[in-house]
């Protein structure tokens, strides 16, 4: 149920392993957070408090990245764009030394290099970068991807490998999941099979009901702009706390993202793009002189404690599955979601932390 | 009986609980504990601000419009020179007047640096700033940190983020029995009983900002806290019965003899 990037990743490793499955989507594949997205693959950048059970799921997946691209890019056919940029994330005050040291030394236990990069060494690296920031952690592990592409080619390397696609459903409703499984699209079709792996981002809450158990999934309008950049103006991945910039392979320079709290509202507020502009042209100064080009918005499924909800539901007999709440990091953690999710239909095998039920008295 | 209120600065306030902005899951889930914890002041470091647009900022922004009062830190800092200047530039954006001296020397514990935190606050008492300085737990430190003007005095109960709860409840009942200037327990408070105790102890307040913030359910325990910090205060201006060695029965039998 979805067809978002962890839907189809999903779809994708249970149908290499022989199951036969069907992905159901109401609008059509990616057309939500998945094809908004900016494809950062930051464990590291994106977890920047301690190493807790999210950091390992989000850094697992970044080991797991390599061989699910070239297996993506090789059953589609289609290339994508997958960077190793390294990322930068930078500190304006001498005040940010401490935390960035602090935060050097956890990673370097969790496989980062990382190091602090501070004067010549770093505008060197980085030569547009404004002359106030005073250092950066340097984290040449982190990457990134295109993610309308990568989508795309998931949804392909879905079809030839025998998954079928039904879109542009409208409406799904699970009409019976305790006994056996059986859901209708609003157009009357209905669809059943031995298990249902739930991956509706966003609009996971709206089952709560009918599965009778607490969904604490909140949508996040994140507004995203781009830039014309055909030289590559930006070398690495530029995190700062208030948000990111990154250089695509198709010559646009990509800022996220400004956070609000909007309902399931996509549109592009004139105040969430001038957020962005305000603090990316303190990081690199020659973007006060340019117009984005494009601006978007997406829908992050932010949970009620920051970890999605990955396994099985206990009253269902393994019947459902819950794959949603990656808010920030639903790229990032595709592979190693569509992992868990198969490792347990094949060995009954349990992510605890991420419980679904975990919210529920 | 008098409305239980306090005051800070000359600004009287009626809400307890001081509460930190970082490390919640999402703006939604921080609006609604905030706005659950019935905070009047919410506090923030320095340099994770866009200063040059404050009300653009990642994180004030969610909080934008509404009636709070800013008491933004030095965290990071490691001596009371960068202390004084990140708090000048706090002011200079407009954010606020008060300010939380943390100067950290040790990134493992992220202890205060004693000296460098009465200098600081000497100096930026001077300067026309509302100062409470986050401190150990020492008695003879905060009274000293009073006598340089500090508007409040804030002694953490243990390190930052530990939660492990007030390590010396006797420094903070005599620091309370000291002061003239009220007492907010800053820092290591992990659990709603180590809140109820430092309310019992007769702090004026607490800040917090782990405990709620990653709690599973941070909402919930941002209610959780406020009702402990209301039940403590409670017990506080109640008086609680002294402890004793041996049982005394609750219903003794010579009330009810007929005389």
Request: glycine share 10%; with cysteine.
């Amino acid at each position: 149920m979805g067809g978002g990037v962890v839907g189809l990743s999903c779809a994708f490793e249970l149908q290499k392993r022989g199951h036969q499955v069907i992905v159901l989507e109401i609008g059509r594949c990616g057309g939500q957070a998945s094809g908004a997205a900016a494809g950062m693959l930051a464990p590291y950048s994106e977890n920047v408090e301690g190493p807790d059970d999210f950091f390992r799921l989000c850094r697992e997946s970044l080991r797991l990245y390599p061989s699910w691209r070239d297996e993506v890019r090789q059953v589609s056919g289609q290339k994508f764009e997958y960077t190793e940029s390294g990322s930068l994330y930078i500190a304006y005050h001498e005040a940010d030394r401490l935390a960035l040291e602090g935060r050097r030394l956890w990673q370097s236990e969790h496989g980062s290099s990382g190091i602090v990069l501070e004067g010549d060494e770093l505008f060197g690296q980085e030569p547009k970068l404004s002359r106030e920031v005073k250092a950066a952690l340097y984290t040449p592990e982190e990457s990134h991807v295109y993610a309308p592409d990568y989508v795309q080619a998931l949804e392909q390397a879905c079809r030839l490998t025998g998954v079928r696609i039904f879109e542009q459903l409208g409406q799904v409703t699970v009409e019976d999941w305790r006994e056996n499984l059986a859901l209708t699209a609003l157009d009357g079709r209905s669809f059943t099979g031995d298990r249902l792996v739930v991956c509706s981002g966003a609009w996971a809450k709206e089952l709560e009901d009918v599965f009778d158990i607490r969904i604490p999934v909140y949508p996040i309008r994140g507004q995203i702009c781009a830039y014309e950049a055909e030289i590559k103006p930006v070398r690495h991945m530029v995190f700062c706390n208030q948000g990111y910039l990154v250089a695509k392979a198709n010559g646009t320079l990509v800022c996220g993202a400004s956070e609000d709290v909007a309902g399931f509202d996509t549109t592009v507020t004139e105040r969430g793009i001038e957020r962005l502009r305000k603090w990316n042209k303190q990081a690199f100064p020659f973007l006060a002189e340019q117009e984005p080009f494009h601006r978007w918005a997406g829908l992050r499924p932010s949970t009620q404690d920051g970890f999605p909800l990955l396994g099985p539901l206990p009253e269902s007999s393994g019947r459902i599955i819950m794959a949603a709440g990656h808010y920030r990091n639903g790229i990032l953690l595709s592979p190693v979601t569509a992992q868990a999710v198969a490792d347990y239909i094949e060995t009954g095998s349990r992510l605890p932390a991420f419980a679904p039920e975990r919210f529920s008295y | 009986m008098n409305k239980d209120v306090w005051q800070i600065g000359g600004h009287e306030l009626t809400s307890r609980f001081f509460i930190g902005t970082g490390l919640f899951p999402s703006p939604y889930v921080q609006k609604e504990a905030i706005r659950e914890s019935g905070a009047e002041v919410l506090t923030f470091a320095i340099r994770r601000i866009n200063l040059a647009s404050t009300e653009d900022d990642s994180i004030l922004q969610h909080v934008e419009g509404e009636a709070f009062r800013y008491l933004p830190n030095t965290s990071g800092a490691s001596t009371a020179e960068e202390a004084v200047r990140i708090a000048r530039l706090a002011r200079a954006s407009g954010l606020s007047d008060w300010i939380k001296v943390e100067i950290s020397a040790n990134e493992r514990t992220l202890l205060p640096d004693p000296l460098e935190t009465l200098k600081a606050t000497e100096i930026l008492v001077k300067e026309g700033f509302i100062v409470l300085p986050y401190t150990s737990d020492d008695p003879i430190l905060c009274k000293r940190l009073e006598e340089a003007g500090a508007a409040a005095v804030m002694p953490g109960a243990a390190p930052i983020g530990t939660g492990l709860g007030i390590l010396n409840p006797y420094n903070i009942g005599l620091i309370v029995e000291e002061a003239k200037v009220p007492i907010i327990v800053d820092a290591g408070l992990g659990s709603v009983s180590d809140v109820a105790q430092a309310m019992e102890l007769g702090v004026s307040g607490v800040l917090m900002n782990t405990p709620v913030a990653k709690a599973k359910d941070p909402v919930g325990m941002a209610r959780a806290m406020r009702l402990a910090i209301e039940a403590g205060r409670l017990s506080y201006l109640s008086g609680r019965i002294s402890k004793k060695r041996y049982a005394s029965a609750s219903s003794g039998h010579e009330q009810f003899i007929v005389k």
